[in-house]
């Protein structure tokens, strides 16, 4: 997984509202020099244990996971669970993001397996060439965003100035376990089976608003089960992302 992120220490979080990444080491892989910064493509899995149609898309997106430039999310939904089995990631936030992209889209209704690709298009996690051909086309997208910065403490993160989408961005702070989960799924459409994930969402936090001027904002506590913490800035309106960022 390719991270655009970089750390900041404790005193330059202090000028981060004058000179954002004056002093940045970076963390992940960059663009050679004279090159435009590589902005990576968050691809949003909405899944559930109780879809007959989820392992496979969970399996597509868990193969795309380690591929360099892609930060890869999963979101467990919970309204298949009157089929007769409770599914132990959902969280009712996740079908509100859901739903969020449902209005933005302006798409008929949500379901499963459905893949959000950068907040701008969606596919059915079902079509893995489909979804690979729209990764590919997001990752060819250059937008110059603003850098998103990682404090050294882990504990704040920063993000610079830029020129805001109309009706600004929000920043958030989506906390993940990395890494692959199986299930065994004892009840409904997926009775008996084990249900792979990949990078399953934990939490969704709302950090604050992002107006183009530099800010610096404190990031929620991880648990010490190796959790990590994706940064996106997004679009309050269309809810496009504009960057993101993994620490």
Same mark, same amino acid.
């Given at each position: ?27 992940? +892989?960059?663009?050679?020099?004279? $090159? ?16 007959? !149609?989820? +392992? ?5 997106? #868990? ?13 467990? =939904?919970?309204?298949? $669970?009157?089929?007769?089995? #409770?599914? %132990? ?20 209704? =949500?379901?499963? +397996?459905? &893949? ?8 059915? @996690?079902?079509? !893995? ?13 250059? &937008? ?12 704040? &993160? ?19 376990? +990395?890494?692959?989960?199986?299930? %065994? ?12 994930? &990949? ?8 950090? @604050?608003?992002? %107006? ?12 010490? @089960? ?16 504009? %960057?993101?960022?993994?620490?």
């Amino acid at each position: 997984m390719r991270t655009r992120g970089w750390i900041i220490g404790g005193g330059a979080a202090l000028v981060l509202a004058g000179a954002v990444g004056s002093i940045a080491q970076p963390v992940g +892989p960059r663009a050679e020099a004279g $090159d435009a910064p590589i902005e990576p493509v968050v691809v949003e899995l909405f899944t559930a244990q109780g879809c007959a !149609g989820c +392992p496979e898309a969970n399996q597509a997106v #868990e193969a795309l996971a380690d591929e360099p430039g892609v930060i890869a999310l999963t979101y467990a =939904v919970d309204y298949w $669970d009157y089929l007769g089995w #409770e599914d %132990t990631f959902a969280r009712p936030e996740f079908e509100a993001r859901q739903r969020a992209y449902q209005a933005a889209m302006r798409l008929r209704n =949500v379901y499963t +397996p459905q &893949v959000v690709i950068d907040g701008r298009r969606q596919v059915s @996690g079902a079509q !893995g060439p489909a979804m690979q051909a729209a990764i590919d086309q997001e990752a060819a997208r250059r &937008v110059f965003p603003p850098e998103v910065e990682f404090r050294e403490s882990g504990d704040a &993160v920063g993000i610079g100035s830029g020129r805001p989408p109309a009706g600004g961005a929000e920043v958030w702070a989506v906390t993940f376990l +990395p890494g692959s989960q199986t299930v %065994t799924v004892e009840e409904g459409d997926n009775r008996g089976r084990v249900v792979r994930h &990949v990078n399953v969402v934990r939490r969704l936090t709302r950090l @604050g608003d992002w %107006t183009g001027e530099p800010i610096l904002l404190d990031l929620p506590a991880t648990t010490a @089960g190796g959790d990590r913490i994706a940064v996106l800035v997004q679009s309050s309106g269309d809810r496009q992302i504009l %960057t993101a960022a993994v620490r």
